[in-house]
């Protein structure tokens, strides 16, 4: 703007007649405008140096931008002696429809993989498992994925879900973006500005939910440094990318997700220790969201409170709300990563973990624990007769089987484990017979 204010000036421009063309400049070519006053600002630089021609231009009476969103009668209020409707809650009754959130978390922790899945739930009218999900339409910008991993990763989803594909198809837009220019922001003379796929994405985005028929619930974005055009540990360049996602959120009416990578010292902490600093980069991130929530991999300490062993520990995904400030903050889930070898995918399938304050003595314990950890390294493989086939002194569970038949009892009642008619893939995957028709599985959904 100062560049072309003083290509004005040289040409013998009157002041009135710059800042006439310099606010409509602003209007036609800076995304986002800056503000009318700031123009103005700039305008009044090196006045001094302007002996000044006249030109025929209309008469300038700029009406102040600030106008447009601070009118007087918007600041007034009107208060109420009765509460207002239940807030409406698109995702972990934590983040609320119009508003931008973070969800953080190592590389390779099924951050994507979790959004993909409330997606197709959302379009679904499903939860996953106790985690709520609204139902509505969905646009997800995966910039780390093409369109043939976008594809599989759908499909798997799909098909472990028994999702309605019709409404998946009609309901969720997904763009396999990998190697595409998804920058939200850019830098311009060292100032962030917007660039103009935040409005292109909110003109999708009305698009489809009007041709979709649902409400738009859910917009996503993998990953911030693939949208940010800057420095993400610079707190100027984060708060820019953060205003024009929340514009997207408040123009479409959608939860906006930034997915963002943790730093690598994160891996050494507890499950207790990880909070909201553990996003990488500025505490903008967090700062200027509405709601934010971290993903790891479940930690040493967690696997024994949980019976689940150091080996299988890497399988189970740990999910928490770190802020939220449209709902009490806090609250987690665990997560199971399940393998479909034909799809060659791993999805998330929400767990219910029961911690070691359930068994009294330490020999029901040991056999509760030796049952739980049998039935998680063959998820949806071992049937009743299996674990039994086990007992004996010389077995696997080291009981009898009356003291199995009885621990299995006592745990579907406690609802530490269920029965359940095994999947098509189960059966291929553990060569079940056609004799088995009900297995024991862990960690009730």
Partial sequence: MLQYIGHLRRRGLREQEIEFLALAINDAQFSPPLDANEVLDI????????????????????????????????GELKISTTPPPKRNYVFSNQVTFGTMCVLGGSGGVSKTMLTMQMAIASACGKNLGDIQVAQGSS?????????????????????????????????????????????????IDANAQATNLG??????????????????????????RLVLGGNPNDAEDVTQLTRVLTHIARETGAAVFLLAHSPKSVISKQGNEINSADIAGSSAFVD??????????????????????????????????????????????????VYMPDWDVAVLEPVYLQSKSLFQTKGTSDLHYKILCELR???????????????????????????????????LEEGVIERRTPTSEEKKL????????????????
Wanted: aromatic share 6%; charged share 30%.
């Fill in 199 to 224: 409005d292109k994405v909110i003109l999708m985005a009305k698009e489809h939910a009007t041709q979709s028929g649902v409400p738009l619930g859910i917009i996503a974005f993998d990953h911030a």
């Fill in 377 to 411: 390294r063959k998820h949806g493989g071992v049937s009743e007769r299996r674990l039994r086939d086990m007992a004996g002194k010389d077995g696997a569970l080291g009981a009898s089987d009356s003291k199995v038949r009885h621990a299995i009892d006592v745990m």
């Fill in 288 to 337: 200027n969201s509405r709601a934010s929530f971290m993903m790891w991999t479940m930690r040493d300490d967690e696997a024994k409170n949980h019976h689940v062993s150091s080996t299988e520990r890497s399988e189970y995904v740990r999910l928490e709300n770190v802020k939220a400030n449209y709902a009490r903050n806090g609250g987690g889930y665990w997560l199971k990563r």
């Fill in 139 to 187: 646009l997800l910008f995966l910039g780390e994925e093409d369109e043939s991993e976008r594809d599989r990763r759908i499909g798997a989803i799909c098909t472990h879900m028994g999702a309605d594909h019709q409404l998946v198809e009609e309901r969720v837009k997904c763009f396999g973006a990998a190697g595409i220019d998804i920058r939200l922001t850019k830098k």
């Fill in 430 to 445: 553990h060569k079940l017979s056609g004799q088995v028709r009900e297995v024991l599985v862990s960690c009730t959904p």
């Fill in 43 to 74: 305008c009044s630089r090196y006045r001094h140096q302007n002996p000044g021609i006249s030109i025929a231009l209309p008469v300038l009476n700029p009406k102040p931008r600030y106008s447009e969103h601070f009118d007087p009668q918007k």
